[in-house]
């Protein structure tokens, strides 16, 4: 008896139907990423307003030029505060109030979203990048090597790296012209300011992802395709980028997406310490902590940059949860 293909629609006869077969088309690992992607809506959703955040705070200035033409650091004391200094709420024209030097907190907010995205972004690239080029090395020559870079790990990791960024923040920021770190001939001249902090946190967090990409390195090290690539001539750098790298791409981009929110915290953490950006910079951490002092007075001081790091860091979160359930396969969605 002749078997008819699966998907296929049979007339009569037992003749498959013309026009009625279905062609079995495979997808590409793109298709089956978004696929899975969108059907979380929460996911959908924090995708949706990151973009909106940043459209925000690329086009900050031009937002606030339409809308308020009040410059970010322009202060309004004689409309904005009270004769006592107490800083007067929302109104037609400043609409979500002014903070403690009459400044349009609306337009501060707005500004606030660079400060936090630029460390969102920048300062978790420069420690992905150091966490996989230490990670992929260690696990893939193993060794000396591997027992040097994990020990400078096991260093890193039992460092109190708030007290020292706290520390490495208040030495540099002292001063306008920075601080100088090591011996004379290879000194290190840091400025203090946003790349400061951008390069405390990356600092703080490379250790994570080297550890995670060594673990992931050594179990591939071991693979047949990756002896496959040997037999063929294949030399180790060409390996480790074109075999290795890909099978690990997958860890990287959730673990990448799931520090960032915990690195724009801790920008607001510094920033409400006092020893991250610069009081002139714009930051939702520092506009939280000029905020402690007034907020029975003001409650708006802090509920609008709270509200605004609150958000944030909750649509990161839910992209990093989709992103991993979307590209892990034994979720079988």
Same mark, same amino acid.
Request: proline letters at 5%; charged letters at 15%; a positive charge.
């Given at each position: 008896?002749?078997?008819?293909? !699966? ?58 030029? +339409? ?13 904005? /505060? ?19 030097? %009459? ?11 660079? /400060?936090? $995205? ?5 300062? /978790? ?14 696990? +893939? ?17 039992? $460092? ?6 706290? *520390? ?9 012209? %920075? ?88 920008? !607001?953490?510094?920033?409400?310490? *006092?020893?991250?950006?610069?009081? /002139?910079?714009?930051?939702? %951490? ?6 402690? *002092? ?12 709270? $509200? ?13 949860? *989709? ?11």
């Amino acid at each position: 008896m002749a078997q008819v293909a !699966a998907g296929t629609t049979v007339g009569a006869g037992g003749v498959p139907g013309e026009g009625a077969q279905r062609e079995v088309e495979g997808r590409s690992l793109a298709q089956v990423f978004w696929r899975r992607f969108r059907r979380d809506r929460f996911a959908i959703a924090g995708v949706t307003f990151i973009v909106l955040l940043i459209l925000i705070a690329v086009f900050a200035g031009l937002f606030v030029t +339409f809308l308020t033409h009040h410059p970010p650091d322009a202060q309004y004391l004689d409309i904005g /505060t009270t004769s006592s200094g107490i800083p007067l709420g929302a109104s037609s024209t400043f609409w979500f109030g002014h903070d403690q030097l %009459g400044r349009d907190l609306f337009v501060r907010v707005l500004y606030g979203s660079r /400060t936090s $995205l630029l460390v969102a972004f920048v300062a /978790t690239g420069i420690s992905v990048a150091i966490g996989i080029i230490l990670g992929v090395v260690a696990g +893939f020559y193993r060794g000396w090597v591997d027992v040097m870079i994990s020990r400078a790990i096991d260093v890193m990791l039992s $460092l109190p790296l708030l007290l020292l960024a706290i *520390g490495l923040s208040a030495v540099c920021g002292a001063s306008a012209k %920075g601080c100088a770190i090591g011996p004379r001939p290879i000194q290190l001249h840091i400025q203090p300011g946003l790349p400061l902090v951008i390069g405390i946190i990356a600092f703080a967090n490379w250790p994570y992802i080297a550890r995670l990409i060594r673990g992931q390195v050594l179990s591939l090290r071991e693979k047949e395709f990756v002896e496959a690539a040997y037999a063929s001539g294949a030399t180790n750098g060409r390996i480790m980028l074109r075999e290795i790298l890909p099978n690990i791409a997958m860890p990287i981009i959730v673990y990448s997406s799931l520090i960032i929110p915990g690195n724009i915290l801790f920008e !607001a953490a510094l920033s409400y310490l *006092g020893v991250g950006v610069q009081p /002139t910079t714009p930051s939702w %951490g520092a506009m939280i902590s000029d905020a402690t *002092g007034l907020y029975q007075y003001a409650p708006w001081m802090m509920i609008y940059p709270g $509200l605004f790091l609150f958000l944030t860091t909750l649509a990161f979160n839910l992209v990093g949860d *989709g992103l991993r359930d979307a590209l892990d396969p034994r979720t079988g969605r």
